[in-house]
């Protein structure tokens, strides 16, 4: 139960990393690959059977933004978070997974009791979100179009969501991956049975600085690891910076000696401000060098590895499926009204 907070504040932590790509990423490119779902591996093809839906039903959240606690559609406010969290340029399919994520996401946090049930658009806490005016500021003239583009995502998906075991699951996203997404357990310190690693085929040409190094001089590296640990600073100019590195099945680090304390992958990642935990490093001189692929926390769905699915063809069922096999797409009115600790 412990680690439920913390693994949420991880999760945030790391969320808040994707949340901000968007302004980073307007001139968004991507790609990525697939492993099937229960209902695509039967063969069921999942186009959206509008007809047999239920009609989305209304569903009021409460919003807690910087203009104050608010009343707001579901739909509305998904609009707001998908335009925050994927560039807009992005391929139609790749944006509706991205809302299907985002409507479970949200859904999740709410029913876990956070903020008294309402849920917030600090990127840091819950899920970022634009208010209209902020959108207008971001795209400028290109308005028109992506407001368009974000709608239509949205309102093709409107009212379905990802469950398990009838709850709306923990919907983690990230930028991008270097060929396999991250197990949660790896990150999170807790599995969940649907946050697995899978394979995520992704075009280093499309994704902007695919592969990063950075470097840091003797001096930077006594600062950043004496801003983490002061004694541990002491250390750096004896023995082995870091030793007993501990790689996933991913290729992230898990864990690793710095300066003979252990620290995990997303430890490192925030001492260095690391891209992702896929890095490896060598010394320059007295210093070091990291080479970091992919960005983000690693776990569930890449949004570039989403948008080289739809770029082949593939549906956002298909691509939703992939990053979060064994959970089913239901409508939000059938959800559990509360989720179990994780
Ligand atoms: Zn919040």
Not at 197 to 221: H, I, K, M, Q
């Amino acid at each position: 139960m412990k680690n439920l907070g913390k693994m949420f504040v991880l999760a945030l932590l790391q969320v808040g990393v994707i949340i901000s790509l968007p302004l980073f990423m307007e001139k968004g490119e991507d790609i990525s690959p697939a492993l099937p779902s229960a209902a695509v591996m039967a063969g069921e093809k999942t186009e959206p059977q509008r007809s047999e839906l239920p009609q989305a039903e209304t569903t009021t959240i409460r919003l807690l933004s910087a203009e104050g606690e608010r009343e707001t559609e579901l739909e509305e406010y998904l609009f707001g978070v998908v335009a925050a969290e994927m560039p807009a340029s992005f391929e139609d399919e790749a944006l509706k997974a991205q809302a299907v994520a985002a409507r479970s996401y949200a859904m999740h946090r709410i029913a876990s009791g956070i903020h008294n049930g309402a849920i917030c658009s600090d990127y840091s806490c819950c899920q970022a979100w634009l208010s209209e005016d902020e959108l207008k500021e971001k795209w400028g003239a290109y308005y028109e179009i992506y407001s368009d583009k974000i709608r239509s995502a949205v309102n093709e998906t409107a009212g379905q969501c990802l469950a398990y075991g009838g709850e709306a699951i923990l919907a983690a996203f990230h930028s991008s991956s270097g060929g396999k997404t991250e197990s949660s357990e790896n990150v999170f310190g807790q599995a969940v049975p649907y946050l697995v690693s899978v394979e995520s085929r992704e075009d280093p040409e499309a994704v902007p600085d695919y592969v990063s190094s950075v470097e840091f001089t003797e001096d930077e590296l006594y600062a950043a690891i004496a801003a983490w640990d002061s004694e541990a600073a002491v250390r750096v100019s004896e023995g082995a910076l870091f030793s007993e590195a501990v790689f996933s099945t991913s290729g992230r680090l898990i864990s690793v000696k710095l300066c003979g304390e252990e620290v995990s992958g997303s430890v490192l990642r925030k001492i260095f401000a690391l891209r992702s935990a896929d890095v490896s490093w060598e010394r320059v001189g007295n210093g070091i060098r990291f080479i970091v692929t992919g960005y983000g926390h690693g776990v569930g769905m890449s949004q570039y590895g989403a948008n080289n699915m739809a770029k082949q063809g593939m549906g956002w069922q298909e691509i939703v499926y992939h990053y979060y096999p064994g959970t089913n797409i239901v409508p939000v009115s059938s959800l559990e009204e509360s989720v179990a600790a994780l």
